[in-house]
């Protein structure tokens, strides 16, 4: 640890939630998307399926 | 991750797809919330007074040691303490998933949408994504020592912005009430901008640098000094600025880039040297700015993009943390490679950044069916973008078409909706919440008990909790699990 400030722990941490595989790695993980002439049809069709009203009556209470 | 505990808020919106609708967006959150804790048993639901707008069974902690409660009308999900980023990712996620299958199993599904949002574009109402770090009691917690996490903060929404069509009332049109700035649309007056899209949902909404409240007067830092641990030892930074995210990356990005800038200013090494003028017009003006330059006056006076003052951090976080740990070298190499696309074409952060991947659909549709951007279409797929019904939102058909990077798996996520962290606080939480589930049946947490006495059978808070019989039982330590003291405790409950 290299926190200078922060106060050494009393316990150790256990095993953590077991992760996905390869979390960092090519396949496993994060990867650049692939962005060069995508096929859209399906994302065309979902976005035509969407109600043009749906905003207006989305009307929410204000929160935090 | 960092030596930090992360967790998240999360209120949610909900669509009623009904042009006359029988009940009101509360009322369904009722049933959702009443479903997850009495028919799926997700978790036990307080029987005390939280406070003034949490009386018994307004929620409770889950198996997972997250909550879900009503607050101010919304379904709102706080996770639970999380030492990692992919921990707090997965139980993130799980919040939504949980949310979503209550609703499908209700029946619901046709009738009303979860929206992971923050803003509606009719009535200018917001509601959060709060983000929470624990920190030393030590952290410098004033103005001067702050003032780098302020520059970071205006500075990072230009990737962890959700994007939104659309302005919010003018922020110099807020009327004064008393201590409260409240928006005309309070009065039924609006007087947004005509803006087509700007890439922060919150940006609008902050009117202070400083604050302790967290409705209306809402600060880049929020100053309530609540540390849920022992507050000799921490403070917990609430951060109530920043979008709901959908992509798990930006998700991540957000709070990992965020926990090294707080080392950076716990061990002081953060860059002093770019306090900006005005931060809260600077973060409304980097939000609202069209050719996205991103430009920000420093009180030096001196002028620099948003870009270039994150490659700052970014250079003194790779300085001082690099090496320490796997996940804080991923945070660093993906800040790098975030900042470097964001140079060019926003095309190549679809999936990672989420005002990229909604911009981009926009685009897509409005070239596709010919619109301008005052289509009120626009403004109903803004929303949808964020529809947490996988078969219908919009971030999910990019997750669908594999444009979409992931830092958690489905697998992981189901077990997130359960289990808690096991390296934290909440894993001796969990074990509280599953056994008070396996020996007790459903109380309705609406009529008194009958079982004796005033105090009620639990009380569970995040610090601290007590089973009647038995002393109270302090949680301090965030980054304790409190495991085997738990199953004591409770083992001498039976007895």
């Not at chain 1, 077991?18 to 994302?43: Q, V, Y």
């Not at chain 2, 403070?235 to 709901?244: A, Q, T």
């Not at chain 2, 900042?339 to 989420?354: F, N, S």
Request: charged content about 25%.
């Amino acid at each position: 640890m290299r926190h200078s400030t922060i106060p050494e722990r009393r316990e150790r941490p256990v095993d953590p939630m077991p992760k996905s595989p390869h979390p960092l790695e090519e396949g496993g993980g994060p990867r650049r998307p692939e962005t060069g002439s995508p096929d859209k049809d399906s994302l065309m069709k979902r976005m035509r399926k969407v109600d043009p009203k749906q905003a207006e009556r989305y009307r929410q209470r204000t929160g935090e | 991750m960092l030596n930090r505990i992360f967790g998240l808020e999360t209120e949610y919106g909900l669509l009623i797809h009904e042009d006359r609708p029988d009940h009101s967006p509360t009322w369904f959150a009722h049933k959702i919330r009443d479903h997850l804790f009495h028919v799926q048993r997700r978790g036990v639901l307080d029987l005390h007074h939280r406070g003034h707008d949490e009386p018994p069974g307004n929620g409770g902690f889950l198996t997972n040691a997250g909550r879900i409660y009503l607050d101010m009308g919304h379904l709102e999900y706080a996770s639970p303490e999380c030492h990692s980023l992919t921990d707090v990712v997965a139980s993130d996620r799980a919040g939504d998933l949980l949310l979503q299958r209550a609703i499908d199993e209700l029946g619901f599904s046709d009738r009303v949408s979860l929206i992971k949002n923050n803003i509606d574009h009719e009535t200018d109402a917001t509601f959060g994504s709060h983000e929470n770090f624990l920190v030393s009691r030590r952290f410098p917690f004033s103005r001067h020592g702050m003032a780098p996490l302020i520059t970071f903060l205006v500075t990072r929404q230009i990737f962890t912005g959700s994007g939104r069509v659309g302005s919010a009332s003018l922020q110099d049109a807020w009327i004064q009430m008393d201590r409260l700035l409240v928006p005309p649309s309070t009065f039924g007056v609006r007087h947004g901008k005509d803006l087509p899209f700007q890439i922060s949902q919150r940006a609008d909404y902050i009117v202070n640098d400083f604050f302790e409240w967290v409705q209306h007067n809402r600060a880049i830092v929020n100053t309530r000094d609540e540390p849920l641990a022992d507050p000799n030892q921490y403070r917990r930074i609430h951060l109530l600025l920043g979008d709901s995210n959908m992509a798990e990356y930006a998700t991540a990005l957000k709070l990992g880039t965020t926990g090294l800038v707080l080392q950076l200013i716990e061990e002081g090494h953060a860059p002093q040297d770019l306090e900006i003028d005005e931060p809260v017009e600077a973060l409304q003006e980097i939000s609202q700015d069209q050719e996205r330059r991103w430009s920000v006056q420093l009180q030096s006076r001196k002028t620099m993009s948003a870009l270039d003052i994150q490659e700052r951090f970014l250079d003194c976080a790779l300085q001082h943390c690099k090496g320490q740990d796997e996940e804080t070298d991923w945070v660093l190499a993906q800040w790098a490679s975030v900042l470097q696309d964001l140079r060019g074409d926003y095309q190549k952060l679809i999936g990672r950044v989420d005002w990229a991947s909604k911009l981009w659909l926009l685009e897509c549709f409005r070239e596709s069916e010919h619109l301008d951007w005052g289509d009120p279409m626009l403004k109903s797929l803004d929303l949808e973008y964020h529809n947490l019904n996988h078969t219908k939102g919009l971030y999910y058909g990019l997750l669908e078409e594999g444009r979409v990077p992931r830092l958690t798996a489905d697998a992981l996520i189901r077990i997130a909706m359960e289990e808690a962290p096991k390296n934290t606080r909440a894993y001796g939480r969990s074990a509280l919440v599953k056994h008070l589930l396996s020996g007790w049946a459903p109380i309705d947490a609406g009529q008194p008990t009958n079982s004796g006495g005033l105090f009620p059978p639990y009380v569970i808070n995040w610090s601290i909790f007590q089973v009647r019989g038995r002393p109270p039982f302090p949680m301090p330590d965030p980054f304790r699990t409190y495991l085997e003291e738990v199953r004591t405790h409770l083992e001498s409950v039976i007895a």
